[in-house]
């Protein structure tokens, strides 16, 4: 899954693509890197990220969803908002994925619901400015996964197919990064839920977290995509379905080899 922020601000590509033209030749490109889906979202959620309006996301979304859906790109809507969902999919989104897993729009499970598609529900536990407080856990691993299947119980008895849920431990939200590493090193014990399973891990604090104390030193968001691919090869391995990333090449190729590490080597080899 490759990603396409329409935001000023976000923490890892803020404003490089804001406006709907650059955006839409960005989710391009992604595709012919070989993204299976291209996720646009129009609002920032790094951490103390200020919300916007639902008028100004739909108005960044939709148009970039509309045109490359025109194009024959698969993708998928990064929002919170049932209304900005809801207006994606009628412009032939594929997938919702709701960094919130539906607590922070009462409206989302029935929306969800009535769209049919695929529902990413992501472990969250508060909004982007007031998520830090909320990162205390006693077992990471226990919490994230108990509380994320509530999350599905209460999604199922609103309408939602369980069937149509994939799982995400929300790496980075309300976690520091020594949850975020707990979570990646145990994510069989999510996976073992049974529901397929996508990681976030692409140039997160944890990852610069990471580097710094074994490598060179601070590296900038843009700067960890090697780390990131890294980390989506273990992904893989670990069995999870997808891993939403920046850089789309450096992901693909990680992926390939822990598929073919895993015994599944393609014929031309
Ligand atoms: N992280 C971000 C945004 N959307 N969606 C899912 N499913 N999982 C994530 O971990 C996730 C997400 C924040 O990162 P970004 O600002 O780099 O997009």
């Not at 980075?172 to 949850?179: Q, W, Y």
């Not at 707990?182 to 990852?207: D, E, M």
């Not at 990333?245 to 693909?252: G, N, P």
Request: glycine residues 10%.
């Amino acid at each position: 899954m490759g990603i396409l922020n329409v935001t000023p601000d976000s923490f890892s590509d803020g404003g490089r693509y804001a406006d709907t033209g650059r955006a839409v030749r960005h989710g391009l490109r992604m595709a012919r890197e070989g993204a299976d889906l291209v996720d646009v979202g129009g609002e920032s959620t790094r951490p103390g990220a200020e919300p916007i309006s639902v008028d100004e996301e739909l108005s960044r979304v939709v148009p970039v969803v509309r045109e490359l859906v025109r194009a024959g790109v698969p993708v998928s809507v990064d929002t919170m908002h049932a209304e900005v969902a809801h207006a994606a999919v009628q412009a032939g989104a594929c997938l919702i994925n709701d960094v919130s897993g539906g607590l922070a729009d009462p409206d989302m499970a029935a929306t969800v619901a009535a769209a049919t598609v695929p529902y990413v529900v992501t472990h969250w536990r508060a909004p982007s400015r007031e998520m830090e407080r909320h990162a205390v856990y006693g077992d990471v691993v226990g919490e994230v996964t108990s509380e994320l299947l509530a999350r599905v119980d209460s999604l199922s008895a609103s309408g939602v197919d369980p069937g149509r849920v994939i799982l995400d431990p929300g790496l980075g939200f309300a976690k520091r990064p020594g949850h975020d590493w707990q979570l990646l090193a145990h994510l069989g014990t999510l996976r073992s839920a049974g529901f397929p399973v996508l990681v976030g891990a692409s140039r997160k604090r944890f990852i610069g977290a990471a580097l710094s104390g074994w490598a060179d030193g601070a590296c900038a968001p843009d700067a960890r995509d090697a780390a990131t691919a890294a980390v989506s090869a273990l992904a893989a391995a670990a069995g999870v379905m997808c891993v939403r990333v920046h850089d789309v090449r450096s992901s693909l190729h990680a992926v390939c080899m822990a598929a073919s590490w895993g015994g599944r080597v393609p014929t031309a080899a």
